[in-house]
């Protein structure tokens, strides 16, 4: 088996997914069927593949904010709990106990299951050299070009190389899919969505559970671009902070100018009942201070502050000062980290620094 990958191992929507091993929404039926058997595989994967990818079982809270969500759900915890999933319904004072970190006057409740967790990248990892140990080769860097087909059927895979003969030819690319089956000459009409997420730096144990909103599929389908956070803590101590959703008819890896603030506001405003204090700023102000090699740290934070909403980068735009001199607005800011934080209900302060400090 030969495995052609454009870019790196990795590189794509499979590194950059959230690691959920997703039961809670699932649907009753055959579905479920599948999602149980796959959960009861990971249980094993580490050990079959000779290889850590951080799995661990973890609880998820989906949120009710709304009343109209609260029966639904509470029929597709007792499917689940029918199913052998431990689940439950948190009233309000279950939910401050097994998130204190959470706005307890916003949610109706939530709906709880134990799910499962692992690092993506390290997965994929592991199947590499699990596979290449079993004698697949594996060519990362190598884009497929276009296809030989020879009497209706594809025979081999073009590349800048060269062209791969081929007596069976699986084309697993993701939203790049309709593109390449294009060049073959077929048609797989592929819809898709550009997402964006934020990741913070390692920080102190906060979160129990991965966390997501009831009503993240009719927010996220029934608009041209909207938010709804997801947020769990990985094995580092980083938070990883979904998604800003966009519809788009081109693939691409930039960031927009309203993605990132949106996330920010609505985890710090919508979510969490006590945003950073003010010793995390106290000191990423000092980080920013001794990279720049200035003093009014605290100065520029306050001169770039905002309400970040309604966000146009045009008429709103937020400027961030490289080591080197140059100014860059905040949407081009690939390798930022950014730390955001509420001092009063309207106004955020963006506070950046390099990704080396």
Aim: contains cysteine; proline residues 5%; aromatic residues 6%.
């Amino acid at each position: 088996m030969l495995l052609l990958e454009a870019g790196s191992l990795g590189g794509g929507a499979s590194g950059a997914c959230a690691g959920r091993a997703q039961i809670c929404e699932g649907p009753r039926g055959a579905h479920m069927d599948l999602v149980l058997a796959g959960l009861a595989r990971l249980e094993a994967l580490e050990a079959e593949l000779d290889a850590p990818f951080e799995w661990r079982r973890l609880g998820n809270l989906v949120l009710i904010e709304h009343e109209r969500h609260w029966q639904p759900w509470v029929e597709q915890i007792a499917y689940l709990q029918q199913r052998g999933v431990m689940a439950a319904m948190l009233d309000p004072a279950d939910l401050a106990a097994a998130e204190p970190l959470l706005r307890g006057d916003r949610f109706r409740g939530a709906a709880w299951c134990l799910e499962g967790h692992l690092n993506p990248l390290k997965l994929i990892r592991a199947y590499a050299v699990a596979a290449r140990r079993l004698g697949a080769r594996l060519r990362p860097h190598t884009p497929a070009t276009g296809f030989q087909v020879t009497g209706g059927r594809v025979t081999g895979v073009k590349t800048a190389a060269g062209l791969l003969s081929a007596g069976a030819v699986l084309v697993t690319a993701g939203a790049w899919t309709g593109d390449l089956l294009a060049a073959a000459g077929g048609h797989l009409p592929v819809q898709f969505t550009h997402a964006e997420a934020l990741i913070s730096e390692p920080l102190p144990p906060l979160l129990h559970h991965h966390i997501g909103l009831a009503d993240f599929y009719e927010t996220i389908h029934t608009a041209e671009r909207a938010v709804s956070i997801g947020v769990a803590q990985q094995m580092s101590g980083a938070l990883l902070v979904t998604e800003a959703v966009q519809r788009t008819r081109t693939i691409h890896r930039t960031n927009s100018g309203w993605g990132i603030p949106a996330l920010a506001r609505d985890l710090l405003t919508k979510i969490s009942s006590k945003p950073f204090d003010h010793e995390f700023i106290k000191e990423k102000i000092a980080l920013t201070n001794a990279a720049f090699n200035i003093e009014n740290g605290t100065e520029l934070v306050d001169q770039i502050s905002r309400s970040l909403l309604p966000y146009s980068a045009e008429k709103q735009p937020i400027y961030l000062l490289l080591k080197d001199g140059r100014k860059i607005t905040l949407e081009n800011s690939e390798n930022q980290i950014l730390s955001s934080y509420i001092n009063q209900p309207n106004t955020k302060y963006i506070l950046s620094f390099p990704r080396e400090i």
